[in-house]
């Protein structure tokens, strides 16, 4: 550009000396004007279209990421869930015990009980990948001393994606304790309801939050230093598939997050 500027300023002032006709030169001025309005436009078009690339590269790399976390819970959660199944096992050792010591015996049960109620699933779900994505964040919340509370109705998902399941509550579940993480409050919390109402998903999520969030294009804006807010991107793909909705809401100690999803298969 600032080549082409120069060419065209040495232009226009050599037919200014030489005193070229008006009409011509109108004209030539004219034709520079519309040439710069072009590559301008030409500019624009490349830079989005790079940019656009951009994100969808980071969006596939955010997608395989959120995958692979889903791949790594279950085996944990299978694994939590065999040890459940092992309960029979431990009473028998228990009743073993009974001819023990009572304070050997009493460790051994206040033990297991805490095990227990650490693996146990606190909300009924059928679907694999949301139980055990729920069931994961739960504990991740256990360790943060965050108040996870739960009200669901047992919905039948089939009408999305594997991928697109975790990707939907992986990203919805982190940019809520994130928020929990960030806030100063002495109890934090984090509630989620889900129900379905006539042919769409109803999923209601707030949580507590350190500071009024910066809202840009009625959307919240993530104010890190590096932080793309991928996550809010994937969710907004995957609502808009389903013509659905995402709205938000915030008060001085929550923020709302509120999705409709269209089952498809009501149409």
Not at 218 to 245: A, F, N, Q
Request: net charge neutral; charged share 25%; aromatic share 10%.
């Amino acid at each position: 550009m600032i080549f082409l500027l120069g060419f065209e300023t040495a232009v226009i002032s050599y037919f200014v000396k030489i005193q070229f006709h008006t009409v011509p030169f109108l004209g030539i001025s004219i034709g520079f004007v519309i040439v710069d309005i072009g590559i301008l436009y030409l500019y624009k078009m490349i830079s989005r279209i790079t940019y656009l690339e951009k994100q969808t590269e980071l969006l596939s790399q955010q997608k395989a990421a959120t995958n692979k976390f889903y791949h790594e819970s279950e085996k944990r959660y299978e694994a939590a869930q065999k040890l459940l199944h092992d309960f029979k096992k431990h009473l028998q050792v228990v009743e073993s015990l009974a001819n023990e010591s009572y304070s050997n015996n009493q460790a051994y049960i206040e033990n297991l009980a805490e095990t227990i109620k650490s693996l146990e699933q606190k909300f009924q779900c059928s679907n694999k990948i949301i139980n055990v994505i729920i069931w994961e964040k739960m504990q991740q919340c256990e360790r943060l001393n965050i108040n996870f509370n739960i009200s669901m109705q047992d919905i039948d998902w089939d009408f999305m994606s594997d991928m697109e399941l975790t990707s939907l509550f992986a990203n919805l579940l982190d940019n809520s304790i994130e928020a929990c993480e960030d806030s100063v409050a002495v109890k934090k919390d984090i509630d989620l309801r889900i129900h379905k109402y006539k042919k769409f998903i109803v999923i209601n999520l707030m949580n507590s939050i350190g500071q009024r969030p910066v809202i840009k294009n009625r959307k919240p804006v993530s104010t890190k230093p590096g932080h793309k807010g991928l996550g809010m991107l994937i969710l907004e793909e995957i609502v808009k598939k389903y013509d659905g909705d995402l709205n938000f809401d915030y008060t001085e100690e929550f923020f709302i997050t509120k999705i409709n999803i269209r089952d498809c298969r009501d149409s």
